[in-house]
């Protein structure tokens, strides 16, 4: 259906002087005095062309048809006098300039082709040539210094006015005396109408004219007084004259007059005079206003091959309401919407009526002059750029209005406010606002159809005048305000929401059945305060936020069965690391396949592997690196920029936000948090380690949420997928790595050490893992075990057997595989081959195969269940010689952690005292290196001086 749809400005041309962007504000500034005197724009001085471009509503016909009638003398005495009260715009003197019009070129319009409905409307023919007519504005004559005309004479006040326009200085000589003292004519009036019949008198602003009146003293009383007091000698005299008509027009109320109590006494007044006597008409009913438009700003809607195109475009828009029911206004998806929609076209009722009624309610605002003035600029911008235009128009909404348009600006500015200018700048106008940039990120159609933009200008429009004092339009009313037929209609739902977020000074509440209510103010919002501070942060890098981070993060305990340190931020002299170590590189370090940041790194990454503060690092191969990818800490960054921002808002301005704001702040600070936590694992995806001379990368697939978790996803690639650390050292290992001695041996120790000193070889996850692997291969036979001070000196060896080996224990050798002696009988029992005899191994006695008098491994004769003395808990306490630190590690912590205990407790208190006869500087290598050490082991470092 959309396709066969035309944009508005294919089917509807707009008069000649919008098209061609000649349109001056004048024109919509309708003033009967400049028609007497020539001086106004040319459609109000050419009866013809004024008429063509005016829609004859009810109220107009209605007073040219009275006036026509009174004029030819037929008229009912009550019809010659007719108030015109509405609000400020309301046509009244658009009016008066028809009615001058009528009575001043009756002759000309009778044969003209744009008279046809003014004759239609006034029920017949016109007039005949009116003997006179008169016209008097605020303007005509100045209250105090009076008016020069010709024939010497000087014109004071209303009547000397009248009686001179209405026949000349014959007339005026009868009331001279009058308007030279200023003082009303009593009963003389009545001769002047006689005289001038059938004569038209027309009056416009009146009250204001009073204003400047009231400071003119006549005797005891005031020019605005006697003004007053005329009028009921006037509307008294023209109530007797058959053929003599007053028209004249008052302000709503008082508050429309100049802020003057003389000036409101008198419209009091005034009002109360004309209403007595006289009839009040309505120029222009609310409902007329899209006739009244379509009237002035376009030369022809629809031509005569497609007169029922806007109907056809009505039933099509009516249509997209219906079957969208439940998301517009109720009224929008009714029938009778469509003839509302076809009555306004090309402009969509919504925009008609958002500026008549919820613009029209400001006092300053000329209703029906104000509606067309805004809308003529509108028509003109959009006739204007209609080549280059790519936004859908099938009618003319309120998404299609440029803010940035003089005109419409001008008018936001001075009804609303120069504030909104900043508004409008920050948040609707171009592609740098906060709209434009959204419908620019996410281009196709958001861009073409100015989606974001469109929005945002509906919603301007909407942020004035509501009912009860409620601004804004309703998510229901954005619908109407920017649907168009045969785009995607959940747009707008998506881009509200992006608005929300984004725009400085946009508002919201809700709006019951009609969803929430949107409406932008001066007032900047929340988003606005913390965009401010996102800008003073644009700069930094949150390192030390970002550390502190990782540091709390990674302290929270391994998942996935990790043995491994985590130290963050390692420094350069960092000590010597036995076990497996996670080192965290810094986030000013970021890894970069193509930039030079990871020669920086690899660089990094060797000294602290090759490099133990002054000396040679021994143990090389327990260091693995996880670093940040530039892309990934720059999300990192910008999830703390927002956090930063969000804090400070909370620091600044926390008792200067509504409860709402700060219920807001409060979740957006909390999910912000939550972000920069979460954006960890993200932001650290690459491990390295160095393999023989080179550092060797692995880029992670994935990330976790937690960092715990991360943390636990990182050891489980590395010892599952990507095989770098071994639980468990195997066969083929021992092999490669030349464990599985032919001849002669090696130090157990030295067998472990090799693994965890050198980068040509496996990981492992723990010491355990080698010792682990020796003694399944010495079960396999592919290797012996020996226990003795050296290999020529063993007193026990075991192979194709188990055997219990700790890493710590001296005295442990790995032979080549051998066949151990069978089992003998001695006494009738027998032993456990050794390999060797019981004599040879210096025992006495026999002990089961494998095992070691005082072996607490957990491997010798274990006490039955439930026999007496069961142990529950045991402590060891005492001071230990530092020479002899060691033995603790291999007789209470290895074993200890094999029994499977619930609970292994280590403390730890060193105690350093420097001799008296010794300096020892804060800044001396060996003590830096251990206060570093103790804080990456979470160790308490107090220095004494």
């Known amino acids: 259906m959309s396709e066969t749809l035309k944009p508005w400005y294919a089917v509807a041309t707009p008069h000649e002087d919008i098209r061609e962007g000649r349109l001056a504000e004048a024109v919509f500034a309708a003033n009967v005095w400049a028609v007497v005197q020539g001086t106004a724009p040319e459609v109000y001085l050419d009866p013809e062309e ?9 109220g107009l016909s209605t007073v040219l048809s009275r006036v026509a009638e009174a004029l030819r003398r037929g008229g ?11 609000a400020f715009g309301g046509g009244k003197t658009h009016t008066l300039v028809a009615l001058w019009h009528l009575a001043k070129h009756a002759d000309r319009l009778k044969g003209s082709l744009h008279s046809e409905g003014l004759r239609k409307a006034i029920g017949g023919q016109l007039p005949d040539k009116v003997k006179g007519v008169a016209v008097f504005t605020n303007q005509t004559c100045d209250a105090t210094q009076g008016r020069q005309v010709g024939d010497g004479v000087q014109l004071r006040t209303l009547w000397g006015e009248l009686a001179y326009q209405l026949g000349g200085k014959a007339l005026y000589e009868r009331v ?7 003082r009303v004519p009593q009963g003389i009036f009545f001769e002047i109408l006689q005289a001038a019949s059938p004569c038209l008198i027309l009056l416009d602003e009146l009250a204001d004219y009073c204003v400047g009146a009231a400071a003119v003293p006549v005797g005891e009383t005031s020019l605005a007084d006697q003004t007053v007091s005329f009028i009921q000698q006037l509307t008294e005299s023209v109530q007797q004259v058959p053929g003599a008509v007053v028209v004249a027009t008052l302000p709503a109320s008082k508050y429309e007059v100049a802020q003057s109590e003389k000036g409101q006494e008198a419209f009091v007044t005034l009002e109360k005079r004309f209403q007595r006597l006289g009839a009040d008409v309505k120029p222009v009913a609310d409902e007329e206003i899209y006739e009244v438009v379509r009237a002035r700003l376009f030369e022809s809607i629809a031509p005569d091959r497609e007169l029922d195109y806007p109907k056809k475009v009505a039933q099509v828009y009516q249509g997209m309401y219906a079957a969208h029911a439940g998301e517009v206004p109720s009224e929008a998806a009714k029938n009778t919407y469509r003839e509302q929609l076809q009555r306004a076209y090309p402009f969509h009722p919504l925009l008609i009526d958002a500026l008549y009624t919820r613009w ?7 209703r029906t002059r104000g509606v067309l003035r805004l809308l003529a600029s509108l ?9 280059g235009n790519t936004e859908t128009q099938h009618v003319i909404q309120p998404c299609h209005i440029r803010w940035s348009v003089d005109a419409l600006q001008a008018a936001l500015t001075r009804l609303w406010g120069p504030a909104y200018q900043s508004v409008a700048a920050a948040d609707i106008i171009g592609e740098r606002s906060n709209a434009g940039v959204f419908d620019e990120e996410r281009g196709g159609d958001y861009r073409s159809e100015s989606i974001g933009r469109g929005l945002a200008s509906a919603i301007l429009l909407g942020s004035f005048g509501g009912q009860g004092g409620r601004s804004g339009f309703s998510s229901k009313d954005l619908k109407l305000a920017c649907a168009k037929q045969g785009l995607n209609w959940n747009y707008a739902d998506g881009a509200l929401l992006e608005l929300e977020n984004r725009c400085f000074y946009l508002h919201t509440a809700t709006a019951g059945s009609l969803g929430k209510r949107y409406w932008f103010g001066t007032k900047p919002t929340l988003n606005k305060l913390v965009v401010q501070y996102r ?4 700069k930094e890098s949150f390192g030390e936020e970002i550390l502190d981070d990782l540091r709390a993060e990674s302290q929270k305990g391994a998942l996935a069965g990790a043995t491994w340190r985590v130290i963050v931020n390692p420094a350069e002299d960092l000590p010597e690391q036995k076990s497996l170590t996670l080192l965290i590189l810094p ?13 920086a790194i690899q660089e990094r990454v060797k000294a602290i592997s090759t490099r133990c503060g002054g000396k040679d690092r021994l143990y090389r191969n327990t260091l693995l690196f996880l670093v940040g990818t530039t892309r990934g800490l720059s999300k990192l960054r910008q999830a703390h920029r927002e956090r930063a921002a969000l804090e400070g808002v909370r620091a600044d301005y926390w008792d200067q936000l509504d409860e709402e704001q700060q219920e807001d702040l409060k979740k957006r600070l909390d999910a912000a948090r939550k972000a920069t936590l979460e954006a960890l694992g993200p932001a650290y995806t690459v491990v390295l380690r160095v393999r023989g001379q080179e550092v060797e990368p692995c880029a992670l697939s994935d990330a976790r949420r937690t960092f715990q978790e991360h943390l636990g996803y990182v050891w489980t690639t590395l010892v599952e997928d990507e095989e770098w650390i071994l639980r468990r050292v195997g066969s083929v290992t021992l092999e490669s790595t030349g464990l599985i001695p032919k001849e002669g041996g090696l130090r157990l120790k030295d067998a472990v050490e090799a693994f965890l000193r050198f980068t040509d070889k496996p990981m492992v996850a723990a010491k355990e893992a080698v010792t682990g692997g020796l003694a399944q291969a010495c079960v396999d036979g592919l290797v012996g075990v020996g226990r003795g001070g050296s290999l020529s000196t063993l007193q026990t060896r075991y192979c194709k057997q188990s055997v219990s080996l700790d890493p710590s224990e001296d005295g442990v050798w790995i032979i080549p595989p051998f066949t151990p002696e069978p089992a003998k009988v001695l006494g009738g029992e027998e032993t456990a081959g050794a390999g060797v005899g019981a004599e040879e191994s210096g025992v006495g006695g026999g002990t089961e195969s494998g095992t070691t008098p005082g072996d607490t491994s957990g491997t010798g004769t274990a006490t039955k269940p439930g026999a007496k003395g ?3 808990r045991f402590v060891v306490r005492g001071d230990v010689p530092v020479e002899n630190w060691g033995e603790l590690f291999r007789c209470f912590v290895g074993p200890a952690a094999r029994m499977n205990l619930k609970k292994l407790g280590l403390g730890v208190q060193f105690e350093i005292v420097v001799p008296d006869d010794r300096k020892l500087s804060e800044n001396d290598p060996a003590l830096k290196a251990m206060k570093e050490a103790a804080r990456q082991l979470g160790l308490t470092f107090q220095i004494e001086e």
């Open 176 to 182: 001279r005396a009058n308007d030279e003292s200023q």
């Open 360 to 366: 029209g309610s400001h006092p300053d605002f000329q």
């Open 870 to 872: 069961t142990v529950r």
């Open 379 to 387: 028509v003109g911008d959009l006739w204007k750029r209609r080549q």
């Open 535 to 538: 800008q003073q942060s644009a």
């Open 50 to 58: 004024f008429f063509r471009k005016t829609y004859l509503t009810t």
């Open 587 to 599: 986030p000013s370090l970021a890894w970069d396949e193509n930039g030079g940041a990871k020669d």
């Open 76 to 86: 009912e005495t009550g019809d010659r006098i007719i108030s015109l009260q509405t």
